[in-house]
């Protein structure tokens, strides 16, 4: 299918080769934080968790002040302007949800909407277009049509899942499925298309709110050292240069966590998206090092930054191969395995609402010994790092959080590049702490508050809401440095 990107995206060229198929490269030298996408869901909706708290158009976060649609009272909106963009899909909708799924009934998978809704989308759209002159367009629908499903690829539980859900959508639209559009066979392969080719949508919190299809943004290649990083603002997605990219030069970003070791990333990528990354940080020989910490041992030298590797004289030690010093590698196994199930009981008594000191006191403990048994860069031990982190607050205990956030920044920073979302919400969580903690800290807060708002306003533009916040903060919070002194 031929397909001009650079029509709605004149920074954009769409090029093919026989080893990439199709790919994305600037037409023009490009600066840090340029917009080179700017897009809108064919078709998306929010997780059942967020089901009646944020619109189903925009995907703002509304608690208990949503307005419902009065005929289905299935779909939620955040104002009225909301409920009529989200019309001329959800009138077709809405018959069907009264008719499959009333209210009080059990909210539909989230992957059956969106399929649901871009079919309705499409149908509409394609009527629409039989009553005008001129040649077809080329619409989102084609190009989704034309992504790779990578169906044969995967396994028999997944594609029954596909065929599971075609057939929900065939027997829900019924006499109106549009056959003319994608015939019912092919459903399944759709579905794999959709999955294979969809985005998460997530706030500025990195919280994940559900899923949309960006069709045209699908053309983008993966890469574990990226150009590009996708924000959105609210559902609308965005895709801004995270680096200086020169014309012609291919635009890529990361389909996986940054912050796994090549081994990781290479599994998930070949899981979800059946290719091997060759980028330039999977090639990088510098990258062992990196990848030995995301997974490995501290030395148990405490001046020695370096990670444990297997003795090549006796399989039952591990040793430094920076200072030399050994550990029974049954020793270690046994400390990392008590960690390990601290950290999960822990986990499942906060999941399940038990009492929150009794699971924040687990958490320490097995951060405690993660941190004794695992390098400091160890992926495990931000893991729990991070569960505290979150736990803290809720014990009306932020302050201890400090330290915490420290050392996930230095993790972040060492292991990823320094645009990723997670380090700037990070830097915004310590700016506040420090400035709640008092006067004392407040000159501190407010510069992890500055280190923020330089990576928000990369990644999601100097004028967005979130954005606008956290300057406004900054200004206030100077204003009165300037006044009191």
Same mark, same amino acid.
């Given at each position: 299918?031929?397909?001009?990107?650079?029509?709605?995206?004149?920074?954009?060229?769409?090029?093919?080769?026989?080893?990439?198929?199709?790919?994305?490269?600037?037409?023009?030298?490009?600066?840090?934080?340029?917009?080179?996408?700017?897009?809108?869901?064919?078709?998306?909706?929010?997780?059942?968790?967020?089901?009646?708290?944020?619109?189903?158009?925009?995907?703002?976060?509304?608690?208990?002040?949503?307005?419902?649609?009065?005929?289905?009272?299935?779909?939620?909106?955040?104002?009225?302007?909301?409920?009529?963009?989200?019309?001329?899909?959800?009138?077709?909708?809405?018959?069907?949800?009264?008719?499959?799924?009333?209210?009080?009934?059990?909210?539909?998978?989230?992957? *059956?909407?969106?399929?649901? &809704?871009?079919?309705?989308?499409?149908?509409?759209?394609?009527?629409?277009?039989?009553?005008?002159?001129?040649?077809?367009?080329?619409?989102?629908?084609?190009?989704?049509?034309?992504?790779?499903?990578?169906?044969?690829?995967?396994?028999?539980?997944?594609?029954?899942?596909?065929?599971?859900?075609?057939?929900?959508?065939?027997?829900?639209?019924?006499?109106?499925?549009?056959?003319?559009?994608?015939?019912?066979?092919?459903?399944?392969?759709?579905?794999?298309?959709?999955?294979?080719?969809?985005?998460?949508?997530?706030?500025?919190?990195?919280?994940?709110?559900?899923?949309?299809?960006?069709?045209?943004?699908?053309?983008?290649?993966?890469?574990?050292?990226? =150009?590009?990083? +996708?924000?959105?603002?609210?559902? &609308?997605?965005?895709?801004?240069?995270?680096?200086?990219?020169?014309?012609?030069?291919?635009?890529?970003?990361?389909?996986?966590?940054?912050?796994?070791?090549?081994?990781?990333?290479?599994?998930?990528?070949?899981?979800?998206?059946?290719?091997?990354?060759?980028?330039? &940080?999977?090639?990088?020989?510098?990258?062992?090092?990196?990848?030995?910490?995301?997974?490995?041992?501290?030395?148990?030298?405490?001046?020695?930054?370096?990670?444990?590797?297997?003795?090549?004289?006796?399989?039952?030690?591990?040793?430094?191969?920076?200072?030399?010093?050994?550990?029974?590698?049954?020793?270690?196994?046994?400390?990392?395995?008590?960690?390990?199930?601290?950290?999960?009981?822990?986990?499942?008594?906060?999941?399940?609402?038990?009492?929150?000191?009794?699971?924040?006191?687990?958490?320490?403990?097995?951060?405690?010994?993660?941190?004794? +048994?695992?390098?400091?860069?160890?992926?495990?031990?931000?893991?729990?790092?991070?569960?505290?982190?979150?736990? *803290?607050?809720?014990?009306?205990?932020?302050?201890?959080?400090?330290?915490?956030?420290?050392?996930?920044?230095?993790?972040?920073?060492? +292991?990823?590049?320094? *645009?990723?979302?997670?380090?700037?919400? =990070?830097?915004?969580?310590?700016?506040?702490?420090?400035?709640?903690?008092?006067?004392?800290?407040?000159? &501190?807060?407010?510069?992890?508050?500055?280190?923020?708002?330089?990576?928000?306003?990369?990644?999601?533009?100097?004028?967005?809401?979130? +954005?606008?916040?956290?300057?406004?903060?900054?200004?206030?919070?100077?204003?009165?440095?300037?006044? *009191?002194?």
């Amino acid at each position: 299918m031929a397909f001009d990107l650079t029509a709605i995206f004149p920074l954009l060229r769409l090029e093919t080769s026989e080893t990439k198929g199709r790919f994305v490269v600037a037409t023009t030298d490009l600066d840090i934080g340029q917009v080179v996408v700017e897009a809108e869901p064919y078709s998306s909706a929010v997780f059942p968790t967020f089901w009646e708290r944020n619109c189903h158009a925009c995907f703002i976060q509304n608690d208990n002040k949503l307005l419902s649609c009065a005929a289905c009272k299935r779909s939620w909106y955040c104002s009225k302007e909301c409920q009529k963009s989200a019309w001329p899909v959800h009138k077709g909708e809405c018959k069907l949800f009264q008719k499959h799924h009333p209210a009080g009934s059990r909210v539909p998978p989230t992957m *059956y909407l969106v399929m649901l &809704r871009a079919l309705l989308r499409a149908s509409a759209e394609r009527k629409a277009a039989a009553k005008t002159a001129g040649p077809t367009k080329t619409s989102d629908f084609d190009v989704l049509l034309s992504l790779q499903s990578h169906f044969e690829d995967r396994g028999e539980q997944r594609q029954a899942m596909y065929k599971e859900l075609g057939g929900m959508v065939q027997r829900t639209m019924a006499d109106e499925f549009p056959a003319s559009l994608v015939a019912p066979e092919d459903l399944a392969e759709l579905f794999a298309k959709m999955d294979c080719n969809s985005f998460a949508i997530f706030n500025t919190r990195t919280i994940q709110l559900g899923f949309g299809l960006y069709p045209t943004a699908s053309f983008f290649n993966h890469s574990c050292a990226p =150009n590009v990083i +996708v924000s959105f603002d609210n559902a &609308r997605l965005y895709m801004r240069t995270i680096a200086r990219v020169p014309a012609g030069t291919e635009l890529c970003f990361s389909y996986t966590d940054i912050h796994d070791p090549t081994f990781m990333r290479q599994a998930a990528l070949q899981r979800s998206y059946f290719f091997q990354c060759r980028c330039s &940080r999977c090639v990088d020989p510098a990258q062992e090092a990196i990848n030995a910490s995301l997974v490995g041992y501290r030395c148990f030298n405490a001046d020695c930054p370096a990670a444990l590797v297997a003795s090549d004289s006796d399989v039952n030690v591990m040793e430094c191969p920076s200072c030399g010093v050994t550990k029974l590698k049954s020793e270690i196994l046994e400390l990392a395995a008590s960690a390990e199930k601290l950290h999960n009981d822990a986990t499942e008594a906060f999941d399940k609402r038990q009492e929150l000191k009794n699971a924040t006191q687990m958490m320490e403990r097995a951060f405690k010994l993660r941190q004794e +048994v695992l390098h400091r860069h160890n992926r495990l031990v931000q893991d729990s790092r991070v569960k505290l982190i979150n736990y *803290y607050p809720l014990s009306q205990r932020p302050e201890d959080a400090i330290p915490l956030l420290e050392q996930s920044i230095d993790f972040l920073s060492t +292991v990823g590049h320094g *645009y990723h979302l997670t380090l700037a919400f =990070n830097w915004y969580l310590l700016g506040t702490l420090f400035i709640q903690s008092g006067m004392s800290q407040r000159a &501190r807060g407010v510069e992890c508050l500055r280190k923020s708002y330089a990576i928000y306003a990369i990644t999601h533009g100097a004028t967005h809401p979130w +954005v606008l916040e956290i300057a406004q903060r900054i200004g206030e919070l100077d204003r009165r440095a300037s006044k *009191y002194g």
